[in-house]
């Protein structure tokens, strides 16, 4: 940390007053204020003086928490056509103050996301960078695109180089669709170059892509090759996808090679996305298996945009080449978020600072920033997310349209970004009467 020194009260310049702050970093979990000058946290203690001329926000009843971080979304907007969300639709103003895209740019179109995405963003943007050259075009619709040949370790090498602030890991994918075509062979290179450049591969699992046909794969084969290829550090996403190839077996019981990959000290990401099992996640938690973050996974396929334009209802159904699923009449989404998917996971009994951790202090780990992100420590950057508990009955249904009853919704107020206030107007969140009991 740069320094720890924090400023006198005379020199703050916005005062959080009275909130709930949940800080899992630090072992906070109390009714305290939070100090803000310059742009860094100053103070977090009680009864912290609001001086003349700072800005004062009084917060009783709100959870005051470090910005929350979404691990995986999808943000190259227009690059990656429809597929790719605007930055701050999906960050500030949603309550969540950094947003990690998940496999958009790539080593040949990175530049464009440097200068259009990042560098207007008021979110703090990160990226996973696609082992891919073509990157996720149209959530990656053309899967020919998709092979080893389209893949080049020493362009994913020099770019993340080149961009040491921007690339925190490497996208990858394993799932029946690309093992029908190449195997293993796309992680293995995936593997590569993050071992070559020290940074964690994120893995998606669960089907992306429909396999080719006369050549099929046993779904629950695809995670015993992947995990003797993992390190620690590397990330298996979509545990509680309801597709095979996740880890949650046919038969509802957990892959044992999960435990392996955990015991390597393999992380997981919850990657909510379009395709979200209550049941799977139910048995994977049963299993006693938390999500270390949690990715929304949130992308133009699978939100409702406000113009009442598109609505996700199936992976391949808006792709020319491939067959919708039986399935496709299903919803396969509600408007969701990173506090929707958290509300999620507490009405499954995982409780409020353990989701807190996941979108905080775990996921500045997974970015290597914890010392600057990710904890409200005197002297980091004051990225701060303010949001309600709402008590009541809420409907929340998954990707099958089973539906569970929570008595608890997290509900996005406000975010503090480097020391600037900034409040919620996201259209992309859900419509809290539709999701009344
Ligand atoms: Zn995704």
Redesign the pocket.
Known sequence: MSSTVSALPGAYDLVLKGARVIDPATGTDGILDVAVSEGKIAAVGPDLPCPPGATRLDLAGAIVTPGLIDT???IYEHVTGDFGLNADLVGVRSGVTTVVD??GPSALTFNGFRQFVVAPAQTRVFCFISTYLAG?LL?HRYVDLYGPSGINVAAIVKTARDNPRLVKGI?AHAEPGGFSRWGIESLRLAKQAGRELGLPVYV?LGTLWPQKEGASVDPQTIIEQVVPLLDAGDVL??PFTRYPSGFVNADGTIHPLVYEALAKGVTIDV?R?AHFSFDNARAVLAAGILPTTL?A?L?GYNVKMPDGGRWYRGMFTNTAEMEPPEDASLPFSTPYGVHHAMSELIALGVTLPQVVAMATSNAAKLLRMEDRIGALKPGMDADISVFRVLKGEWTLRDSNGVEVVAHQLLHPERVVRMGRVIEVDSPLLPDLDQLAA
């Open positions: 995986h979304a999808h998940q496999g996720g959530g996208k998606h996403a979509h990657g996305g990715g996974d992308h």
